[in-house]
């Protein structure tokens, strides 16, 4: 199930994105109705894990604490160095981190570096991750994208939004649904 902002669900659905992929749109204006929806839907999906990408929006918070509160293990994806609030200079964004990341199951980083400075922060929950880019792909793939897969794999590409190209993250789910 893919749980995105309202707008977003819009855009994508004017250019048949979701084409065969659940999807529940949150509305980011009104807190309240997006915390009932979040709730009602984990329920009615029976959703035991959340992957949270949008560790650079303060929404990101609520669906954390709903998730939470709903008993689903929950993944933060942090994809900037530790002090990128302070850049943005967007301070409470920092200072939200601060206290909501510490409930999260997982919170994902893309440094051995980063892990330091979020354990010197006192945070227990940092496990690094490398970014795809960084892995050495050999020439041929001992992959047959034809043939369903042996056993339970996951492949993601790319940052879900439209600078990065979120159909190939679909393209990936598609692929994944129809091998399993």
Not at 9 to 20: D, I, V
Request: aromatic residues 18%; proline residues 3%.
């Amino acid at each position: 199930v893919w749980f995105c902002d309202s707008w977003f669900h819009k855009e994508m659905s004017a250019l048949g994105a979701f084409s065969g992929v659940d999807v529940v749109p949150l509305e980011y204006e009104c807190i309240a109705n997006r915390v009932k929806v979040f709730g009602e839907s984990i329920e009615k999906y029976k959703i035991d894990t959340v992957l949270l990408v949008d560790h650079w929006r303060d929404r990101v918070f609520y669906d954390l604490l709903v998730a939470k509160a709903m008993r689903c293990k929950t993944i933060v994806t942090e994809l900037n160095v530790f002090f990128f609030p302070f850049d943005d200079l967007n301070a409470q964004l920092y200072s939200l981190r601060e206290k909501f990341y510490r409930i999260a199951d997982v919170v994902t980083v893309l440094s051995p570096e980063n892990v330091a400075w979020w354990r010197f922060a006192g945070f227990d929950n940092v496990v690094y991750m490398p970014n795809f880019l960084t892995f050495d792909v050999p020439e041929k793939l001992d992959v047959d994208y034809g043939e369903k897969l042996s056993r339970l794999e996951f492949v993601c590409v790319g940052r879900i939004c439209r600078r990065k190209n979120a159909f190939a993250v679909l393209q990936a789910f598609r692929i994944f649904r129809d091998s399993y």
